[in-house]
């Protein structure tokens, strides 16, 4: 898994960007899967690259409709669990 933070062009209620979280994963058919966890948006791209720009277009698109009230950045760890084959 990949996590980057991008700085979508987002503007909120009072109208400035803020930063935003990219989970990036590896799909099964190739390239990658990008969601965004504050906004629930999740799209896809053959790069990281493309999955990025696209996460950033579908990000603003849905904020043009629900503006994101900011509440604080996300605490963003990982955790193991058993596997069992």
């Known amino acids: 898994m990949r996590r980057v933070a991008v700085e979508c ?12 979280t990219a989970v990036l994963l590896p799909a099964p ?12 948006t999740t799209t896809q ?5 493309e999955a990025l720009a696209n996460l950033r277009e ?7 409709e ?5 509440s604080g950045q ?4 990982t955790f193991q669990v058993e596997a069992r084959a």
Request: aromatic letters at 8%; glycine letters at 12%.
């Open 9 to 20: 062009d987002c503007r909120t209620q009072e109208g400035f960007a803020v930063l935003l």
């Open 29 to 40: 058919e190739g390239g990658f899967t990008a969601m965004n966890p504050e906004t629930g």
């Open 45 to 49: 791209g053959d790069s990281v690259e």
């Open 58 to 64: 579908a990000t603003e698109l849905y904020l043009e």
């Open 66 to 70: 629900f503006p994101l009230a900011v």
């Open 74 to 77: 996300p605490l963003i760890t």
